[in-house]
């Protein structure tokens, strides 16, 4: 995984994490890698992947079963759900609605290469 400096690197991991939540890689109820694993999976810190783990614990995403590990909890998809819809909201649109006002970029034109986008990828 490439980080990116304007961004902690536990929030990056966080979202990397979220997203296969919700891609069903990680399914609700089921064990993630350890910190460790997890560590050693994407060459950081553990104490980083453990700074993760908590704030997504914190976030209701994650659980932690003393002794067994970690693991996505029961609406943890939802709550995955939630929280990146959040950030997006308050960090990539903002962004986008400044590139849209700065390259003078009508909403009719981006609606169309968002359906182009949609009709490439058959979504």
Known sequence: ???NSQQPIY???AEMIC????NNQFA???RIPS???MAVQLEVNPNTVMRTFEYLQAQGI????RGIGYFVAGDGK??????L???FFNNELLRLFKTLSLLNISFTELQEKFNQYQSDNKL
Not at 78 to 83: E, M, N, V
């Open 11 to 13: 929030l990056q991991i």
């Open 19 to 22: 997203e296969r939540i919700l």
């Open 35 to 37: 910190v460790r694993e």
């Open 78 to 83: 939802q709550q995955a759900h939630t929280l």
């Open 62 to 65: 994650i659980t932690n079963k």
């Open 85 to 87: 819809k959040q950030e």
């Open 28 to 30: 609700e109820e089921e």
């Open 1 to 3: 995984m490439e980080f």
